[in-house]
T-cell receptor, first 114, second 112 residues
Framework: EAGVAQSPRYKIIEKRQSVAFWCNPISGHATLYWYQQILGQGPKLLIQFQNNGVVDDSQLPKDRFSAERLKGVDSTLKIQPAKLEDSAVYLC????????????FGPGTRLTVT | DQQVKQNSPSLSVQEGRISILNCDYTNSMFDYFLWYKKYPAEGPTFLISISSIKDKNEDGRFTVFLNKSAKHLSLHIVPSQPGDSAVYFCAALSGGYQKVTFGTGTKLQVIP
C-alpha cells in the first residue's frame, strides 16, 4: 500500500513570495490533515478535510493561507504572501473516516522563507 | 494555551533499560491519547494509543499508562533498543471530528 505522498520535499523562497504544497493521501482515506511543525514544537493542525469538505480550519491564518481538496482526493496548501515565521515543515496526513487516531503522515515539505 | 505538554525535551537511556516518556494534559474532554514516533526527515508514525476509559494498553515492548485523575500519561519502552532513538510525540483527540493536539515532543537517545 502506497503511503502519503508530498511534494516538493524542500522549498526556499523569499518573503512576500507565494508557494504551494501538494499532498496525495492513502487511497480510500476520507480524512486529510495539514499540519505546520515549527522547529522544536509539535505539529499544529492547520486544516482538516473530510472528503472534500472542511471540518476544522480554526488555526489556519486565512489572510495568507488557503487549502483545497478537489474531488476529495489530492490536496494543495498555498501560502501567499509568505512571511519569515512561516518557515517550518508542512506535514500532510490522512486517516480512515472511522479511525482518526490512525493518522498516516507523509514525509513533509521543509519550507525556508528568507 | 498548550493543552498537551511534554516537559522533558530530551532523555538518554542505556540499551536494555526502560525508557519512560511523560505527558500531561489539561483538557478533560480528550477521549483518546496517542504516541507517535518521528525520525529525522520523516513524518511521524503512529506507535500506540489508549482510550480515555482505559488505564493501560500494551503492544510488545511498548506500554502506555493513563492516569485520568492526574491528567497524565506515560509511555514505557522495555527493553530500549538503539533503533528506538527518535522524537516521541504525545497527542490527544477531542471533538466530533477527532481533532488531534500534539505535545512538543521528547527526543529519546538509546545508548548502545
Amino acid at each position: 500500500e502506497a503511503g502519503v505522498a508530498q511534494s516538493p520535499r524542500y522549498k526556499i523562497i523569499e518573503k512576500r513570495q507565494s508557494v504551494a504544497f501538494w499532498c496525495n493521501p492513502i487511497s480510500g482515506h476520507a480524512t486529510l490533515y495539514w499540519y505546520q511543525q515549527i522547529l522544536g514544537q509539535g505539529p499544529k493542525l492547520l486544516i482538516q478535510f473530510q472528503n472534500n469538505g472542511v471540518v476544522d480550519d480554526s488555526q489556519l491564518p486565512k489572510d495568507r493561507f488557503s487549502a483545497e481538496r478537489l474531488k476529495g482526493v489530492d490536496s494543495t496548501l498555498k501560502i501567499q504572501p509568505a512571511k519569515l515565521e512561516d518557515s517550518a515543515v508542512y506535514l500532510c496526513a490522512s486517516s480512515p473516516i472511522t479511525s482518526a487516531h490512525e493518522q498516516y503522515f507523509g514525509p513533509g515539505t521543509r519550507l525556508t522563507v528568507t | 494555551d498548550q493543552q498537551v505538554k511534554q516537559n522533558s525535551p530530551s532523555l538518554s537511556v542505556q540499551e536494555g533499560r526502560i525508557s519512560i516518556l511523560n505527558c500531561d494534559y489539561t483538557n478533560s474532554m480528550f477521549d483518546y491519547f496517542l504516541w507517535y514516533k518521528k525520525y529525522p526527515a520523516e513524518g511521524p508514525t503512529f506507535l500506540i494509543s489508549i482510550s480515555s476509559i482505559k488505564d493501560k494498553n500494551e503492544d510488545g515492548r511498548f506500554t502506555v499508562f493513563l492516569n485520568k485523575s492526574a491528567k497524565h500519561l506515560s509511555l514505557h519502552i522495555v527493553p530500549s533498543q538503539p533503533g528506538d532513538s527518535a522524537v516521541y510525540f504525545c497527542a490527544a483527540l477531542s471533538g466530533g471530528y477527532q481533532k488531534v493536539t500534539f505535545g512538543t515532543g521528547t527526543k529519546l537517545q538509546v545508548i548502545p
